[in-house]
């Protein structure tokens, strides 16, 4: 199956700060890729899709201000958690290719 | 949008115990995958089955698409085997839309 790889995979920041999580896919080019919330013990929630080349298109409810979206490559997107606060903590986690396969996430805790 | 339901939402197992997995869903769907979240967080992907049966070891998964429902089987399960186990459907946009999940527990 296709590889999609996610760095890093456990990041700790302050609490205003911003933090840069790096999917990629390594063995295929990407023109979309997925990016998914899981906060402990929940099931995962699409947070936006990211276009290659093009403005990332976001879920209702999700702050495209605040989780900035960058897919400058057809190998790499890149999701900005600007000024991150105790509640952005959660599993951050991508995906590409179909049908899906998924990095192995970003454990996100803002303190 | 289309909801996805999964059964039982939590499951108990002795080791070498067999079990099945509900997912229900609400509308027609162009995919359906099954995942194995391990312990770290990574999603393993168990099954492609949009329509049919397939089997892979221990593993077996079948989708009546028609009736809007997958099962996916476990048999003779193994420590391992603990995790979440999630569907996820796919209606067109290639993004998924997840189930609760089922928290799998097996014991030794």
């Known amino acids: 199956g296709a590889v999609v790889s996610q760095h890093p995979s456990r990041v700790i920041c302050k609490s205003g700060t911003s933090v840069k999580i790096e999917c990629r896919s390594l063995?295929?080019?990407?023109?979309?890729m997925f990016w998914y919330r899981q906060f402990p013990k929940q099931s995962l929630m699409l947070m936006a899709t990211?276009?290659?080349?093009?403005?990332?298109?976001?879920e209702q409810g999700v702050e495209k201000d605040k989780f900035l979206i960058n897919h400058a490559s057809l190998t790499l997107s890149t999701l900005t958690v600007t000024s991150a606060h105790p509640e952005d903590s959660s599993f951050y986690i991508c995906?590409?290719?179909?049908?899906?396969?998924f990095g192995q996430g970003t454990r996100l805790t803002v303190v | 949008g289309i909801q996805v339901e999964q059964s039982p939402p939590d499951l108990i197992l002795q080791e070498g115990a067999n079990s099945t997995l509900r997912c229900n869903f609400s509308?027609?769907?162009?995919?359906l995958q099954w995942f194995h979240q391990n312990p770290w967080g990574q999603l393993i992907n168990l099954f492609y089955?949009?329509?049919g049966t397939k089997q892979n070891g221990r593993l077996s998964a079948t989708t009546v698409a028609t009736e809007r429902y997958s099962l996916l089987y476990i048999s003779s399960s193994q420590t391992t085997d603990s995790g979440v186990y999630f569907c996820?459907?796919?209606?067109?946009?290639?993004?998924?839309?997840f189930g609760s999940g089922t928290r799998l527990q097996v014991q030794p």
């Open positions: 509308d027609s769907v162009n995919n």
């Open positions: 063995d295929f080019q990407a023109t979309t």
């Open positions: 089955i949009p329509s």
């Open positions: 995906s590409a290719a179909f049908p899906a396969f």
């Open positions: 996820a459907v796919d209606t067109g946009r290639r993004a998924l839309t």
């Open positions: 990211s276009n290659e080349g093009s403005k990332a298109t976001y």
